[in-house]
């Protein structure tokens, strides 16, 4: 038995859904429709597999939302659509999904999807990264931005030029600096570090904060940093498209 947390903006197949769930043997939590309240109960409750629709009610879709919870929780996502054309298989591929299953589907098509995503993600279990690194900025005696931060590395602290941070993450009460070899953690919120940032970095979403000379590719939703793929919100879609000069 599994615990299973349901993301699906259509009251009546998500009560339907839950009740499969429940006939299966598993232990399926209160469905929510939009992408806070899902992230709010992963972050609350124990949850092994997340059902996900990928069109949710919201600033943030499905396909972005699952890309969250891979990243900040590890939790194995099986996308939920009506929909099987190439446009939204190749949106869902990005968040790396352990599953894929198209509506009506009976029990047996949800179990069989079930039965794979769970096995495939605890065969061998995902690692989880412990926040264990601070972050101590240097005070500009000017209004100019910081070129460099010193992070706390071992006994001392290593400089990191502000120019090869990839991106920011926000991680509840933390905020995990990302560059392209190493991620750094430390106390603080995305937005105090806006204000210590030049211009060509840009908040995506709520909690991710973006190095535009990093970016190597756009994917509807979705910019590409390093291996990562980084959400962008719809709010700011239109201006992202604008601030990398997108064409096309």
């Given at each position: 038995m599994a615990t299973i947390l349901i993301v699906e903006d259509e009251v009546l197949i998500a009560d339907e859904i839950q009740r499969a769930l429940i006939r299966l043997g598993h232990n399926a939590l209160e469905p929510v429709d939009n992408s806070d309240d899902a992230l709010a109960t992963l972050a609350e409750q124990q949850v092994e597999l997340?059902?996900?629709?990928?069109?949710?009610?919201?600033?943030?879709?499905?396909i972005a939302t699952?890309?969250?919870?891979?990243r900040q929780f590890a939790i194995p996502v099986v996308f939920l659509t009506a929909r099987s054309d190439s446009a939204t298989l190749n949106r869902a591929k990005v968040a790396q999904p352990f599953g894929f299953l198209l509506k009506p589907f009976t029990d047996d098509s949800l179990r069989a999807q079930?039965?794979?995503?769970?096995?495939?993600?605890y065969e061998v279990p995902p690692p989880r990264t412990a926040?264990?690194?601070?972050?101590?900025?240097?005070?500009?005696?000017?209004?100019?931005?910081?070129?460099?931060?010193?992070?706390?590395?071992?006994?001392?602290?290593?400089?990191?030029?502000?120019?090869?941070?990839?991106?920011?993450?926000?991680?509840q009460n933390y905020v995990r600096l990302h560059t392209a070899t190493s991620s750094y953690v430390f106390?603080?919120?995305?937005?105090?570090?806006?204000?210590?940032?030049?211009?060509?970095?840009?908040?995506?979403?709520?909690?991710?904060?973006?190095n535009l000379d990093h970016v190597q590719a756009y994917v509807e939703g979705c910019v590409l940093l390093g291996k990562e793929y980084i959400p962008v919100s719809r709010a700011c879609k239109e201006e992202l498209k604008n601030r990398i000069h997108l064409l096309g």
């Amino acid at each position: 038995m599994a615990t299973i947390l349901i993301v699906e903006d259509e009251v009546l197949i998500a009560d339907e859904i839950q009740r499969a769930l429940i006939r299966l043997g598993h232990n399926a939590l209160e469905p929510v429709d939009n992408s806070d309240d899902a992230l709010a109960t992963l972050a609350e409750q124990q949850v092994e597999l997340v059902l996900m629709d990928v069109n949710i009610q919201g600033d943030t879709d499905g396909i972005a939302t699952a890309i969250l919870v891979r990243r900040q929780f590890a939790i194995p996502v099986v996308f939920l659509t009506a929909r099987s054309d190439s446009a939204t298989l190749n949106r869902a591929k990005v968040a790396q999904p352990f599953g894929f299953l198209l509506k009506p589907f009976t029990d047996d098509s949800l179990r069989a999807q079930l039965e794979m995503a769970l096995y495939n993600a605890y065969e061998v279990p995902p690692p989880r990264t412990a926040a264990s690194e601070e972050m101590a900025t240097s005070a500009p005696n000017t209004t100019q931005f910081a070129r460099h931060f010193f992070v706390r590395h071992g006994s001392g602290h290593v400089r990191v030029a502000v120019s090869d941070i990839l991106y920011f993450e926000a991680l509840q009460n933390y905020v995990r600096l990302h560059t392209a070899t190493s991620s750094y953690v430390f106390d603080s919120t995305l937005k105090e570090l806006e204000q210590k940032l030049p211009p060509c970095f840009f908040k995506t979403h709520r909690s991710h904060i973006v190095n535009l000379d990093h970016v190597q590719a756009y994917v509807e939703g979705c910019v590409l940093l390093g291996k990562e793929y980084i959400p962008v919100s719809r709010a700011c879609k239109e201006e992202l498209k604008n601030r990398i000069h997108l064409l096309g």
